[in-house]
């Protein structure tokens, strides 16, 4: 994990390299909030101090080398919606969670520079990468996002918007909550069964019959991606789960509804601009 100036993140080197493009998660380590939120807090969407949030905001941005005034920061409401970003959208949702670009839960660019910044606390982050179109995607899969495919809906926004080949897309699976900590109601589980062709292998059943079914969102989204076109062998998954390590990541389940929000941000690099032929 690198750190820089006491802020720590993980990086996702499945997507690219630092020098084609900058993908990264917060963790909790760096920041300056207290209490439930301590320390990197990086959401205004919390009972934090929002002077705290923009000087965690600054010093995560640093850390990663990314321009503080070309982030784009996205609603997130739960949905499905993909929007696409340039730097008409830049700065959006990054100093007032007011201004963030509305009602969608993913975005995508071609623009340089152009960061793609997501809140996360038990949701999946999902990336995308494309090195020959030279493009990027981020996308919150909550079970919601995730019941809705809202991967499929990532893929299908880059093949649309820049003619990506699925089968060249570099995704990335972030931190978020487990199979081993996610359990779910009985109406998670019917809203699957009605909306998927199959659900084998999405939920863990405790066969002492002490705990709920627990949903495994990492292969859901993992399915999903494949489904879409992306190869199975360019899918990674982080393994970390937020609830389990919530020492690092903050976790809304395991802090019971009091958490701050760790950041997966995705950007390519700055440069030479470049455009798939």
């Not at 992306?230 to 389940?253: M, N």
């Amino acid at each position: 994990m690198p750190i820089v100036n006491d802020v720590g993140w993980h990086a996702f080197t499945s997507v690219g390299g630092h020098d084609e493009v900058v993908a990264a998660v917060s963790t909790r380590l760096g920041g300056v909030s207290a209490g439930p939120f301590e320390s990197l807090n990086l959401s205004f969407s919390v009972e934090d101090d929002s002077s705290n949030v923009r000087e965690n905001r600054r010093r995560f941005a640093a850390a990663i080398g990314v321009d503080e005034s070309r982030v784009v920061c996205a609603q997130q409401v739960h949905g499905d919606r993909i929007g696409y970003v340039d730097e008409s959208n830049a700065g959006a949702g990054y100093e007032a969670a007011d201004t963030a670009v509305p009602g969608i839960d993913g975005m995508v660019t071609d623009r340089r520079g152009v960061t793609l910044w997501l809140g996360f606390a038990d949701c999946v982050p999902v990336l995308l990468h494309d090195p020959v179109r030279h493009a990027v995607g981020i996308a919150h899969a909550g079970w919601r996002g995730t019941l809705a495919t809202i991967s499929r809906r990532l893929v299908e926004a880059m093949v649309e918007r820049f003619g990506s080949d699925p089968a060249n897309l570099r995704a990335a699976i972030g931190p978020s909550i487990g199979p081993c900590c996610y359990t779910v109601g009985p109406d998670v589980v019917e809203s699957f069964e009605r909306s998927w062709s199959s659900i084998e292998g999405l939920f863990v059943v405790d066969r002492s019959g002490d705990r709920s079914p627990r949903l495994n969102l990492w292969e859901a989204n993992r399915r999903t991606l494949v489904g879409a076109g992306v190869l199975e062998r360019r899918v990674a998954i982080s393994g970390h789960c937020t609830s389990c390590e919530v020492e690092e990541f903050f976790s809304h389940r395991a802090q019971r509804g009091r958490a701050g929000r760790i950041a997966a941000v995705i950007a390519l690099a700055s440069g030479k601009e470049e455009h798939g032929g």
